[in-house]
C-alpha cells in the first residue's frame, strides 16, 4: 500500500494536501520503482501547491520534487540497480512511499554520500551548480541575498571554489551569520542599507532569491557592466528594475533541463557529487511522514537555520 500527499486543488499546502492510501499500478516499461527513504521540503516543493504555475500543472498531483530512495523495481536491463540507492527525479511527486520514474533519469547515488545529503542534492545543487557555470564567478565580486538558504551556502562556498574575487552574503538574521562566521564568509546584515548600497557598487555578479525592495536597492546601485541573476522571490514581492543596465536574468532549473541530454544529465551529477559537502547545507530536522504537517510548520519558522527532511517507514 502505498501513502502520497495529494493535492487536488491549488491553495495553503496545510490546507489542501492529504494523506491518500492506494496500490501503485503495475510498473510502466522502462520505469524503475523507488522505495523512498527520505525527502526534504523546499520552497520550490510549496510553491507549485499554492498555485504559482496553475498554467502548467494538472490536478491531482502529488507534492515533492526530490529526495534519496532504493531501488525495488527494474526491468531487465536496469536489473543492476535493484538495492541501490538513487534520487528520484524527473518522475512523480516524491512525497509518497514509492515512486516510479523512468529508469534513464535515474542518478545513483555514491557511497561516500549520506542519505540525508543525498535527499538534497537536486534542486538546490543544481541550481547553485547551473548558476556558476553560466555566470563564472571566477576573478569577480560575488553578492548573493538569502543567506539562510541551502542555495546560497552553495552558491557562496562554490564560488570561493570557483576562484571569485570576493564574496559577500546578506543576512536577515544571527542565526545565519554564525555559520558564514565559520566558514570566514563576508556577510552583512539585510537591514544596513549603507553598507549594501556600498558593496552592490561593487558587485560583478549579484545572486538574488528575496526580490521586492531588497533587489530593487541592489540594482539601482550596482554598474551597469554588472549581471543580476535572480532565481527565486522568497519576500513573496516582484521587483521593477528602473533601468535598462545592469541585465537582469530570470534563472528557472526547468528551463535548463528542458535543453540537456541524458548524457548531460548524469554528467552534471557527476560533476556535483565531488563538491557538495554536508557542512555547506543546513543541519536535518526529521520528521516522520505521518508528521508532515509539523515539517511544514517548522520550515516556516522564520529566521530557521534547519531543514525540514521527511523520512519514509
Known amino acids: 500500500m502505498n501513502a502520497a500527499l495529494f493535492y487536488r486543488k491549488f491553495g495553503l499546502p496545510e490546507q489542501v494536501l492529504t494523506l491518500e492510501y492506494s496500490n501503485k499500478p503495475f510498473l510502466k516499461e522502462n520505469y524503475i520503482r523507488v522505495q523512498m527513504l527520505y525527502a526534504p521540503i523546499n520552497a520550490s516543493d510549496l510553491i507549485p501547491i499554492i498555485g504559482a504555475y496553475q498554467h502548467r500543472i494538472t490536478l491531482p498531483q502529488i507534492a515533492g520534487y526530490e529526495g534519496v530512495g532504493k531501488v525495488i523495481e527494474a526491468p531487465l536491463s536496469y536489473q543492476h540497480l535493484i538495492g541501490k540507492r538513487i ?98 564568509i563576508k556577510h552583512i546584515k539585510q537591514d544596513d542599507k549603507q553598507t549594501i548600497e556600498y558593496i552592490a557598487r561593487q558587485a560583478d555578479i549579484v545572486f538574488d532569491a528575496v526580490g521586492g525592495e531588497l533587489a530593487e536597492i541592489i540594482l539601482a546601485h550596482m554598474p551597469e557592466s554588472s549581471e543580476f541573476v535572480s532565481y527565486g522571490l522568497l519576500s513573496g514581492t516582484f521587483f521593477q528594475p528602473k533601468k535598462r543596465l545592469p541585465k537582469v536574468h530570470w534563472f528557472h532549473i526547468r528551463h535548463y533541463l528542458n535543453q540537456i541530454s541524458q548524457n548531460q544529465w548524469l554528467k552534471m551529477f557527476d560533476d556535483i557529487w565531488p563538491i557538495l559537502d554536508a557542512n555547506d547545507l543546513n543541519v536535518a530536522n526529521l520528521f516522520e511522514f505521518n508528521d508532515w504537517q509539523a515539517a511544514i510548520k517548522n520550515y516556516r519558522q522564520p529566521y530557521r537555520n534547519n531543514k525540514p527532511l521527511l523520512i519514509f517507514d
Request: charged share 15%.
Open 87 to 184: 534520487l528520484p527525479l524527473r518522475g512523480e511527486g516524491t512525497w509518497q512511499n514509492f515512486v516510479d520514474l523512468p529508469a534513464k533519469f535515474a542518478i545513483e547515488v555514491p557511497d561516500s554520500i549520506s542519505d540525508i545529503t543525498a535527499a538534497r542534492a537536486y534542486i538546490n545543487p543544481v541550481a547553485a551548480w547551473l548558476m556558476l557555470k553560466h555566470y563564472s564567478p571566477q576573478g569577480k565580486h560575488i553578492l548573493v541575498t538569502a543567506a539562510g538558504s541551502d542555495c546560497a551556502k552553495l552558491l557562496c562556498n562554490w564560488a570561493i571554489k570557483f576562484a571569485a574575487l570576493s564574496v559577500t552574503v546578506i543576512c536577515r538574521s544571527d542565526n545565519h551569520a554564525q555559520y558564514y562566521n565559520k566558514h570566514t
